[in-house]
């Protein structure tokens, strides 16, 4: 994480602004602004030379939260204290008023989820939503000339920073750490009639954050199912929490701090930068890093274009997707639970009991053939859906999320750092310990159906999940059995 430092120098000489930084075309525009500000408040300008360095210098710099900072360093440059551990950010009205802009919300919870117990200045009107993040000490100003006399006095010494508002209650402590969720479920599974086996495999994919695929006819419930998926996810920690709403936030949209995992569904006619992110002059984060520790949906997954489909494969195998560009090069994280939702052919009739297909063997292969291989791979949980006419609620959502949540504190207090369907190669080996029966029965299934090492710990990590819900420490031979039946044939 790379951060932008300000300094200010006055010297002798006539009295001149330089500054020394990439910033586009917008630095006549801070420096009128700067002055003004402090004008207002009856500065008087030395006949001297003003230097502002924003370092590092090679790094372009974009947007106005530098204002404040700039403008208290050319206020108090005489002054002498000891406070080098204050984040400032604000931008300047020319009356000097402190206003937020978009980048400041965003940069504080990027700097929370990697810096304990900061301390941070910012305007008041964001101080409400900065108060609910954990571990920082935030102080607001609404004027240039408040924020100064907030150092001249000394004032971080002496007041204390605004009361923490709760952003959950309901907090779950493992290892002595914490993980928050929600309770609120406003999409349940109990409106899900019948469909049994869809939930079950819904449930498990929750309990690992495993990626899946459901096909089956329109109207069966495979949209229906998938969002409500969303609301029966595993706790997350406030790091999770922070870094997945720095994500939202760049996007300058308006979020709250939330326990609720994100949920991400691009239309099928989305363009490969919108979902994996991009821009001409900067690089903008796309879909899939959006939904970092949430849920990518795509909805009619067969009609995505080739390029899109063929590009899942490095987010889902490293969890990370690089952007390139001339002039920037970014990474984001993109640990998600893929969910995905097809008709078994074009008319979507294949499976149904009640109209007729209209498709040609060719059309259904080449309907079916827009899905690789290498994509197909990544699947962990395979589910056909048919047509069902019960009036069964089965689970509803509270009960799947309390199974969930069992399966999680086991995880956790297993050691591991990371959920069961996004172990690496090394902890499946270590996590994923078989009974003899169901080790015999794994061999029997590698040499059967010619099963790949990727196949072979995709079925240990469902089976592990499986386990965990079932509350036992290793996997039987009925775990893996189920684990094998989610195989897509």
């Known amino acids: 994480m790379s951060l932008n430092k300000v300094q200010v120098s006055l010297s002798q000489n006539y009295s001149k602004y330089y500054i020394f930084m990439l910033f586009g075309l917008i630095v006549f525009e801070k420096l009128q602004r700067i002055k003004s500000a402090l004008s207002s408040i009856n500065f008087q300008f030395p006949a001297q030379k003003i230097t502002i360095n924003l370092s590092p210098s090679d790094l372009k710099k974009e947007g106005s939260h530098f204002d404040l900072i700039i403008a208290l360093l050319i206020a108090i440059q005489k002054e002498r204290f000891t406070c080098n551990d204050f984040f400032i950010f604000g931008e300047l009205g020319l009356d000097g008023k402190v206003k937020k802009t978009n980048a400041i919300f965003p940069i504080i919870l990027s700097l929370a989820a990697h810096m304990p117990n900061l301390r941070v200045l910012i305007p008041t009107e964001l ?23 907030f150092f001249k006095e000394k004032r971080f010494n002496t007041e204390t920073p605004s009361d923490k508002q709760i952003f959950c209650e309901n907090a779950l402590e493992i290892e002595g750490k914490h993980y928050f969720y929600s309770t609120q479920f406003p999409l349940d599974f109990s409106d899900v009639l019948g469909q049994h086996r869809a939930k079950r495999a819904m449930l498990i994919a929750a309990a690992g954050m495993h990626n899946l695929l459901m096909e089956g006819s329109p109207g069966c419930g495979k949209s229906m199912s998938i969002k409500r998926l969303r609301y029966i996810l595993p706790p997350q920690s406030i790091e999770e929490i922070l870094e997945s709403n720095a994500y939202q936030s760049l996007q300058e949209e308006d979020v709250e701090l939330s326990p609720l995992r994100p949920f991400r569904s691009p239309h099928h006619t989305s363009s490969r930068p919108s979902i994996f992110g991009g821009g001409s002059s900067q690089s903008r984060a796309g879909e899939i890093a959006l939904a970092h520790n949430g849920v990518l949906f795509f909805d009619e997954f067969p009609n995505f274009s080739k390029t899109v489909l063929e590009s899942l494969r490095e987010p889902l195998e490293d969890h990370r997707v690089l952007i ?77 999320f309390e199974q969930v949540l069992r399966a999680f504190v086991m995880q956790k207090k297993r050691g591991q750092n990371e959920l069961n369907g996004k172990l690496d190669e090394h902890n499946t080996m270590r996590f994923c310990t078989l009974e003899t029966k169901a080790s015999e029965s794994l061999e029997i299934a590698q040499s059967r159906f010619g099963l790949s090492q990727r196949s072979i710990h995709k079925v240990l990590r469902i089976a592990r999940s499986i386990a965990d819900l079932a509350q036992s420490e290793q996997i039987l031979q009925e775990h893996l059995l189920e684990a094998l039946s989610f195989r897509k044939r």
Do not use: W
Request: proline share 4%; glycine share 4%.
């Open 324 to 400: 390139s560009r001339v002039n920037t090069k970014v990474s984001y994280a993109t640990k998600f639970l893929f969910a995905a939702a097809q008709n078994p052919c074009p008319c979507g009739n294949l499976f149904s009991q009640s109209h007729e297909c209209r498709c040609s063997e060719v059309e259904i292969n080449r309907y079916k053939n827009r899905i690789s291989e290498p994509i197909m791979d990544r699947i962990d949980l395979y589910i056909q859906m048919s047509e069902e006419h019960s009036k069964e609620q089965g689970l509803s959502s509270k009960e799947m």
């Open 127 to 149: 101080l409400s939503k900065v108060q609910q993040i954990p571990n920082i000490e935030a102080y607001g100003v609404e004027t240039l000339h408040e924020a100064l006399l």
